[in-house]
């Protein structure tokens, strides 16, 4: 005796779609962690970019190497892709910088904010 009845419906393939769908899903879910992940990378290096842009514009302001703070901060940044947008040296040696570093795929851009200045 037959336990499926005759007007049961084929499911031939049901496991194929529900598999493609599946690695679909988690495609998906891997597209979405590689560009979080990447985001974070340019956060980072915009930020890594401020300190360093900071770090030089402070010794400048400070006579430890030579050049005009801000312009010297610019340069820094350069080096490392990034686009000094505000730079500012406040009480005489004390450096306020700003960058930002484009994203690669025209999705944005990754900002970094640093101070420096003489040790304590």
Same mark, same amino acid.
């Given at each position: 005796?037959? *336990?499926? *009845?005759?007007?049961? @419906? ?5 496991? &194929?779609?529900?598999?493609?769908? @599946? ?21 980072? !290096?915009? &930020? ?13 302001? !400070? ?15 350069? !080096?490392?892709?990034? &686009? ?14 700003? &960058?930002?570093?484009?994203? *690669? ?9 640093? !101070?420096?200045? *003489?040790?304590?």
């Amino acid at each position: 005796m037959n *336990p499926f *009845p005759s007007t049961a @419906l084929p499911e031939r393939g049901a496991g &194929t779609v529900l598999a493609l769908t @599946l690695g679909a899903v988690v495609m998906a879910l891997l597209v979405g962690v590689l560009v979080l992940a990447q985001a974070a990378v340019m956060a980072s !290096r915009a &930020t890594s970019s401020a300190d360093l842009a900071a770090l030089a514009a402070a010794d400048a302001a !400070r006579g430890l190497t030579s050049g005009e703070p801000c312009a010297v901060a610019s340069e820094v940044a350069a !080096r490392h892709d990034a &686009t000094v947008t505000s730079c500012a040296v406040t009480g005489g040696n004390v450096a306020d910088v700003a &960058t930002e570093l484009a994203h *690669p795929f025209d999705w944005g851009v990754a900002t970094g904010r640093a !101070r420096a200045g *003489p040790p304590p």
